[in-house]
């Protein structure tokens, strides 16, 4: 096997051997008819070795080279690479990995790129933060190796937590901190054994399904109140009911059925009373808001972009150019309410309490005492 470093002509010798060895394998897996045929697979492998040698070995090391999976396998030729900044789309991977791509398909992954380019907080802030925060994690619809590594693709880093925690972490979704501190994550950071506790593909990916959705039925993806369907329709109570079942079978595989029963049921009572007291901020700022109290109103401020010349609250809120009560209830929706119901799910006692309820009613005490606030200014100014 070729490798980087190291003595010159061991990495020569090696990189002839690999050569020799992955060429009959390439021109087997080449389809018919491509026009493949035409590039020479060796003076790729010869050129990337040299310029992009990380890469290269990454590459060298995986399942895709001992099965003769090359470069112009995935990237055709380097003009559609330059064409697509090298991206291979899930598509290309799915005419090899066909059932994987109809997982994928099923999930909200799938996606997370079209939908995050009509959400209204994408579009009220800067190209620049777009590019570098949102579009890097939502551009999991467009690439697999989002969760598998580039060029190795190893099922060993897409399986492991850290993996998902590239995106599913901070403050308006921590789910790597909230799995970190539940048991669950505290055992498997002890023994690094997933047939001790469960890592995230354990559950939301069971038996290797690229259906990241699988089992989700109380608590919504997203900030909605329901769990809504890839078309955006709110699931039915059979729907709903046939997830939880899924959900209970991959509990069971550790746990009693009534023990996996109590606990999700648990967390969907946590779920609903963090949306409770959600409602009890959002109410203090309606009625503010009728009586003339925001600054600025929404008739002197740039309309939404979505919603137009309207209050938002809760998603798609937007945190630029609204109110101090209105940004106080950004950060009750966006970073604590999440945290109370998803932590539920997730089992984690911190982030259900102490980084989340205990927050929702600290930020409810401060709305109520910002819009009273308002209130007395406005009255001493009609003196």
Same mark, same amino acid.
């Given at each position: ?16 051997? &690999? ?103 994408? &579009? ?152 409770? &007291? ?19 109103? &929404? ?85």
């Amino acid at each position: 096997m070729a490798y980087v470093g190291g003595d010159p002509m061991k990495r020569h010798a090696g990189f002839v051997c &690999l050569v020799i060895l992955t060429l009959p394998l390439a021109m087997c897996a080449t389809p018919e008819k491509s026009g493949y045929e035409e590039i020479d697979v060796g003076h790729c492998i010869s050129c990337h070795q040299e310029r992009t040698p990380a890469l290269f070995q990454s590459w060298a090391e995986s399942k895709h080279a001992k099965k003769g999976v090359h470069c112009v396998t995935c990237h055709i030729d380097h003009e559609a690479a330059f064409q697509t900044k090298s991206m291979v789309f899930p598509e290309k991977c799915g005419e090899c990995h066909k059932k994987e791509l109809a997982e994928f398909q099923q999930g909200r992954h799938s996606l997370g790129w079209d939908r995050m380019r009509v959400h209204g907080e994408y &579009l009220g802030i800067p190209q620049e933060i777009r590019t570098a925060f949102c579009e890097r994690c939502h551009i999991v619809q467009k690439r697999c190796n989002s969760c598998h590594t580039s060029h190795s693709f190893s099922l060993k880093e897409a399986r492991d937590p850290e993996s998902c925690a590239s995106c599913h972490l901070g403050p308006d979704h921590p789910h790597k901190e909230m799995y970190e501190t539940s048991l669950h994550g505290i055992v498997y950071k002890l023994t690094q054994d997933p047939d001790r506790a469960p890592r995230c593909v354990t559950c939301h990916m069971p038996g290797g399904t690229h259906n990241s959705s699988f089992g989700i039925a109380r608590g919504p993806a997203g900030t909605k109140a329901q769990v809504v369907d890839l078309k955006q329709v709110p699931i039915s109570k059979e729907e709903e009911e046939r997830r939880r079942e899924e959900m209970i079978g991959v509990c069971t595989g550790c746990h009693s059925r009534r023990f996996a029963k109590e606990h999700l049921d648990n967390a969907d009572q946590v779920k609903e009373a963090g949306f409770k &007291l959600q409602d009890q901020g959002m109410g203090v700022i309606q009625e503010a808001a009728k009586e003339g109290l925001l600054t600025p109103s &929404l008739k002197d401020r740039m309309p939404h972009p979505t919603e137009g010349r309207t209050l938002v609250l809760s998603d798609p809120q937007l945190y630029i150019g609204t109110s101090y009560i209105e940004r106080l209830f950004f950060t009750m929706f966006k970073f604590h309410s999440i945290r109370v119901w998803k932590s539920g799910y997730h089992f984690s006692p911190a982030y259900t309490h102490g980084f989340g309820w205990t927050e929702m009613q600290l930020d409810l005490i401060d709305i109520k005492e910002e819009a009273e606030k308002l209130r007395q200014m406005i009255q001493k100014q009609k003196k």
